[in-house]
């Protein structure tokens, strides 16, 4: 049973535009998020995180989005660039437990 | 600073066999994560130390799975005997304490291809 969804196996953005990755959970005793980044032949690298107490953290063009009534966060990119093009996953984690990934999604940005 | 490192990079084997995956987490963190990455699951906890005691091996699928952490600068998964559904990439990662807020650095991961 997952608890943390990203039911978008891939996604396709114009160079320039924004990116939107997508992520449910459904654990309620989640109150931190994450995502990573994964390029190929590397391992994930953190992101950018939001907790639970916040709906909204920026940090250059990435800014992720919580809402937590809904259990849905999601990823923003803007602009959009190709060195972008990777596999991001989505984490949670509850008090002192360890992350919780989804399966991830694979962002292909075309110049 | 080196990163985590995990040897081989590639393991190709046979059916049957015993595989042994390496890791040396970055110096000075105390937690280590064993992962595993495949289509159709994701990104997998199989097992994870903190200051080298396992913590929670729930993530390891089988018997067939170990995994030791001897000091703080080595740990081994092991797999034997070794199965075609083996075949993954297994991550290493290591962080200062288990909590979400302590980020988790990965190493490059090992590929795995059981035959």
């Known amino acids: 049973d997952q608890q943390v969804k990203q039911n978008s196996p891939s996604l396709s953005v114009q160079e320039g535009r924004i990116s939107i990755l997508n992520c449910d959970y459904t654990?309620?005793?989640?109150?931190?998020f994450l995502w990573y980044k994964k390029y190929p032949a590397e391992g994930p690298t953190f992101l950018i995180s939001?907790?639970?107490?916040?709906d909204k953290n920026e940090d250059g063009r990435f800014t992720v989005f919580l809402n937590k009534s809904a259990k849905h966060l999601s990823l923003h990119i803007v602009p959009s660039q190709p060195g972008d093009s990777a596999v991001y996953f989505c984490?949670?984690?509850?008090?002192?437990?360890?992350?919780?990934f989804g399966k991830g999604t694979r962002l292909s940005v075309i110049a | 600073d080196a990163g985590v490192i995990q040897s081989p990079r590639h393991e190709v084997t046979e059916m049957g066999q015993e595989v042994t995956l390496r890791c040396k987490p970055i110096?000075?963190?105390?937690?280590l994560f064993w992962y595993r990455q495949t289509m159709m699951r994701g990104l997998e906890l199989l097992i994870y130390?903190?200051?080298?005691?396992?913590?929670?091996d729930s993530g390891m699928p089988e018997d067939r799975f170990s995994a030791k952490m001897p000091n703080a600068s080595f740990s081994t998964l092991k797999i034997q005997p070794s199965e075609p559904r083996d075949s993954a990439v297994y991550f290493c990662?290591?962080?200062?304490?288990?909590?979400?807020?302590?980020?988790?650095?990965f190493g490059p991961g090992t590929r795995l291809l059981v035959l």
């Open positions: 990662a290591s962080s200062l304490g288990v909590g979400a807020r302590k980020t988790q650095y």
């Open positions: 654990n309620s005793m989640f109150d931190y």
């Open positions: 939001i907790s639970s107490i916040k």
């Open positions: 984490a949670a984690s509850g008090g002192n437990t360890p992350l919780v």
């Open positions: 110096s000075g963190h105390n937690s």
């Open positions: 130390f903190n200051n080298n005691v396992p913590i929670d």
